[in-house]
């Protein structure tokens, strides 16, 4: 990887990325480890009591098996709780959202930045530039990875671009007028 043509933005981009990646490891390394214990105990457990391994619910065993293969296989990641609510929005949050529905189109993270920093400043919750960019870049991790409310968009330049999942067709294309619109 090129640093040198990283702007401030991409190298926060990053960042939150690789601090994502570590979290998501680090709860797939206690998983694995909290099953293991378990699988441990039980084993012991067996072999203490002396119990054949016909008697053994094989079954089970297979079944939570196969449930980690499948939970830890590709790219999946272990779901830690399917009743738990999503983040909740922050002022921030709504204002990018604004934004980029107000613009229609797909909007790169320097226009998101340049809107929302005149938005939050009018509201009156703008702090400085170093924290603003750290934190719409946050929230924009937030809202592509955690939330699912915008979806990445590449293009030839740095960083990416950012658009509603409506603005998506059903091959997860862009639709026409909701593209990058370059060189103005």
């Not at 740095?158 to 998506?168: H, I, V």
Request: net charge positive.
């Amino acid at each position: 990887m090129n640093t040198l043509n990283l702007n401030e933005f991409d190298i926060l981009d990053l960042l939150n990325e690789y601090h994502s990646e570590l979290r998501k490891l680090a709860y797939k390394s206690e998983f694995v480890k909290n099953k293991i214990e378990e699988l441990e105990k039980l084993y012991f457990t067996l072999k203490a009591d002396k119990v054949s391994t016909s008697e053994v619910n094989i079954k089970s065993t297979q079944q939570e098996s196969k449930r980690l293969t499948e939970t830890f296989s590709g790219q999946q990641t272990v779901s830690r709780d399917k009743s738990r609510k999503p983040y909740p929005l922050s002022r921030y949050d709504q204002i990018i959202l604004a934004c980029i529905e107000q613009n229609g189109r797909a909007t790169l993270s320097k226009e998101i930045f340049e809107m929302t920093k005149v938005k939050a400043i009018e509201e009156g919750i703008y702090e400085s530039e170093e924290k603003a960019k750290s934190k719409i870049n946050q929230c924009l991790v937030k809202l592509t990875n955690r939330r699912n409310d915008l979806k990445k968009v590449n293009y030839h330049g740095r960083g990416f671009a950012y658009a509603l999942p409506a603005w998506f067709d059903e091959r997860g294309k862009i639709s026409k007028g909701h593209g990058i619109k370059l060189g103005h």
